[in-house]
């Protein structure tokens, strides 16, 4: 790759913006598209939480509705903006600058791929405005029952999330594709394995995962897809259905849950190891010290990856299975912890002896390890089997998933566009609004979660419209699920608060400078900030040194970028700085 | 500093609540008290790190913030604390796993003298069959499904004769003696929960679920369905009345047979 | 360096020069397809297990198995060959070779996916549809999803004869056509694979299940 003519740079606004196969524009294509329907999804959390903190208060949202909002919330944030903005986003960005290549291996597949991804993020909009809505059959979408009468969204909603899933699928292994074998053949000359920077191998390890278990979720959709469409049996066992006796019979919905879970739970570390990834890296850079333990670090990486395709069926202790993999499951995930657990003492122990700089990347990226800890900590709960049965499908899992899934990888994010806009850009993010937004989402996500734990103790069932009516919940949960609701709004208005950050800062930001956090990856050792087409002008960077030579002793400064040579960054007397090497 | 402090309030605040908290575990009413006593070893080992971690990134914060002239120190690793770490994480785990898992394995170990009871669930509304005289359940088939036999009751199997059906969705168990529940659902998932009882367990169209337990508490408990099973799923209501021997006798006497009801 | 040794180095020392820029790598089509190859046998080993889970269920019956299925493996396999005679004469640079090859290789694959229609058709008449029973339903889904990939196949062998007659042989096109016939080998072993389980007998696959750990439910 290295070797690799630069291919003409593009000149119209067309090749340049849209038919673009330059990973930085696609990067961007894939993140504005993410965050555009992730505020959808985060519109239809707020909707959720007007009801169940003000029951019956706002009446256009009846049981269809919130179980549509349930729906579409959750597979919105988890497939369509999570998924998509940590590998097609930063893993579009990041790989070829990290590891220095001029671009992905397969530039014109890559363009394709954020084209699917649009297709598929309209195709589920368009759920929204055929008749019968989109589907309310929960993210799990589990049959018979999400091509049953009874549940919204059955004419339509449903084939058109599945073909929009199918659409996805197709476009995360074109993504994959490209950044696993970027990783494995582009690396410029001296990035060995062990040099590359955590985000990459949190990307990497990600895009792993995804390539080997969105085909679950393939096959399961393809499967249901047929069953709902052609009156297949794969999953649809002999029903009556609303006293309709059904032409179905002799399938397994069991099946389809060890599908999609063998999917589901890879899923959640597609989202939580580039966020592994990225979190080391703004903690080693704004604390100034090299990642404690990089070695454990990366090998965590890797095992937490193979683990999670041993641990699916944690999600279906009360599913009717088998009885007997019960004892399996609880003790492969209780095994993950390990590895996991090794991953926060490193980031602690890296703050430790640190020389920490509080910037606002750096709030993101404590606020990430704290949540992630409450979310690491209640799977322990949730993965040892009988403490999951009585705690399954209450409150308290919504609270575990949130937490771990959902806050924690944002929060992991927020903290990366802080840290990686002035490239992008070259300018910084305000930062006075960038505390503001901090201290409110961390806050307020804590005062959303950590009293839902203990709703989920009480015994309070998910995906329940209202409450009402039941003698085991006193009073007091509905004031506590009010409260509630008032924190989920001031987190959700306040997010515009960083939307206006980003758009103003593109013209009004201050100016970054090609290396303004004293950064020792190649990123930010590119010759133009924003990076050219190409990113490395007429000559490739080449590695001297690991991704986190930060307070050197002996060295001039507190950093070393990986392309200085040994012999310049050992000695007393730096090299010139600046980035411009 | 901010954080710091933040996080150190944020531990207080927690325990605060958690020890303020009236949103708790309703009494138990079975006999898995054994599931209260793992889930407060997990609560209190989990507890214990979250305090710590939080609390040793506050402190590391107040010690090690940037400060002029301050610089950081170069510690690539250190394998003897990576690996003391990961042995009391093992332990931790460990004595997480253990009790999870013997108790589990008493969860799916019903004792022999179980009675049977059915729960069959269907959009939105659950029913109950208990077996009759001979003691056996009769077969079943969606097959049969039909309003006069709305548990698809074989007609054929001698067995089912005798079956005393339930028409409302309020059971009645007897105080004290352990009872198998088989589970049973004619057209989507639905979960059998009683907060109460602390076991759950699906009930799957196309096949036979089960768990075990023994009321221990005479009272009327709400039935709640724990899986999304369309748009009735949050009011999908029933009760259990645990009652001593005598008054169960009395009620079951007086529910029809499935042969009485053809 | 194997891949353990590269993960065990202590990369804040100081580094002998980089040892892996000594061999050139592989290029990255061919590491790529060979990712790809392992996401697609990722999805057929899903469905297949998929099928094994739901042979174990009562209402699963064995098809009937006409010989046209054995004629239309007859067909894969040569055209197979006839794609790696291509990439051979690619590499030695015989070029009337090659187009021969490359053309008898699309024909044949054509008429693979001909005698999969044909085979359809002979179910349907015979009254196996999509939805009479699951092993019906698997043959459809299965062959429907293998030729769509041998479609695809189609599509980049079509776009390396594109590249063959722009470019004439060359290094090139022989890397082009050694890409497609390694897709197609991998196909035709999907196929083997396919066509063992679709051709199976319920107790078969009941004791393959039990083989690799299947339970009740
Ligand atoms: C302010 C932010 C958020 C709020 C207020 C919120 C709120 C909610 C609510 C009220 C529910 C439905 C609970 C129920 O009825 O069972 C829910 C479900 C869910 N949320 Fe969020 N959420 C937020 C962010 C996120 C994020 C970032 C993710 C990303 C992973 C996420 C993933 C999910 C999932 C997977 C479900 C389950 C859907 C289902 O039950 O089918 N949420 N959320
Ligand atoms: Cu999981
Ligand atoms: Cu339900």
Known sequence: MSDRDLHTEPHSFWTKYVWSQDHKVIAIQYSLTAIAIGLVALVLSNLMRLQLGFPGAFDFIDPGRYYQYVTMHGMIMVVYLLTALFLGGFGNYLIPLMVGARDMVFPFLNMLSYWMYLLAVLVLVASFFVPGGPTGAGWTLYPPQAILPGTPGTEWGIVLMLVSLVIFIVAATMGGLNYVTTVLQARTRGMTLLRMPLSVWGIFVASILALFAFPALFVSGVMMLCDKLLGTSFFMPAIVSMGQPLAHGGGSPVLFQHLFWFFGHPEVYIVALPAFGIISDLISTHARKNIFGYRMMVWAIVAIGGLSFVVWAHHMYVSGMNPYFGYFFATTTLIIAVPTAIKVYNWTLTLWRGDIHLRVPMLFAIGFISTFVIGGLTGLFLGNVSVDIPLSDTYFVVAHFHMVMGVSPILAIFGGLYHWYPKITGRLLDERLGKLHFWVTFLGTYAIYMPMHYLGFLGMPRRYYAYEGYEFIPASAQDLNAFITVAALVVGVTQLVFLFNLAWSVRHGRPAGANPWGATTLEWQTPHTPPRHGNWGATMPEVHRWAYDYSVPGAARDFIPQNVPQEAGAGGEGPVWGGQV | ?262 | MSLLAALAVKPWLPQPPDPGRAAPRAPAAAVGLRVLLGVIAMLFALFAIALLVRARLPDWQALPWPATLWLNTGLLAASSVALQFASGSARHGRERGLRGALAAAAALALGFLAGQGWVWAQFVAAGHFVASHPAASFFYLLTGLHGLHLAGGLVALGWAAAGLAREGPGERSARRVALCATYWHFLFAVWLVLFALLASSPGTLVALGSAVGMHSH
């Open chain 2, 1 to 262: 500093m901010a954080l710091a402090i933040a996080l150190v309030v944020i531990v207080v605040a927690t325990v605060a609540f958690h020890f303020a908290s009236p949103w708790w575990f309703t009494p138990i009413a079975s006999n898995w008290g054994l599931v209260d006593d793992t889930i407060l070893i997990t609560l209190v080992i989990t507890g214990a790190v979250f305090v710590a971690v939080n609390l040793f990134i506050a402190l590391a914060i107040v010690r090690f913030r940037h400060r002029a002239g301050h610089r950081a120190a170069f510690e690539p690793e250190n394998r003897r604390l990576e690996g003391r770490l990961t042995l009391l994480t093992t332990a931790g785990i460990v004595a997480m796993l253990a009790p999870g898992l013997y108790v589990y394995s008493q969860m799916i170990a019903a004792p022999d003298d179980a009675a049977q009871v059915e729960v069959l669930g269907r959009q939105w509304q659950w029913r109950f069959r208990f077996p009759g005289a001979d003691g056996r359940l009769g077969r079943t088939d969606v097959r049969y499904v039909s309003a006069d036999n709305p548990f698809g009751v074989n007609p054929d199997d001698p067995h089912g004769r005798d079956d005393v059906l339930v028409a409302s969705p309020e059971l009645h168990l007897p105080l004290g003696r352990p009872v198998a529940l088989l589970l049973r659902s004619h057209d989507v998932l639905h979960n059998f929960y009683v907060p109460q009882f602390r076991v759950k367990m699906d009930l799957v169209p196309g096949l036979v679920s089960r768990f075990w337990l023994t009321p221990t508490r005479a009272g009327r408990f709400e039935i709640l369905c724990a899986e999304l099973c369309g748009l009735a799923h949050y009011n999908m209501r029933g009760h259990v009345v645990v009652e001593d021997e005598a008054a169960f006798r009395a009620w079951l006497a007086a529910q029809p047979t499935f042969a009485a009801l053809r």
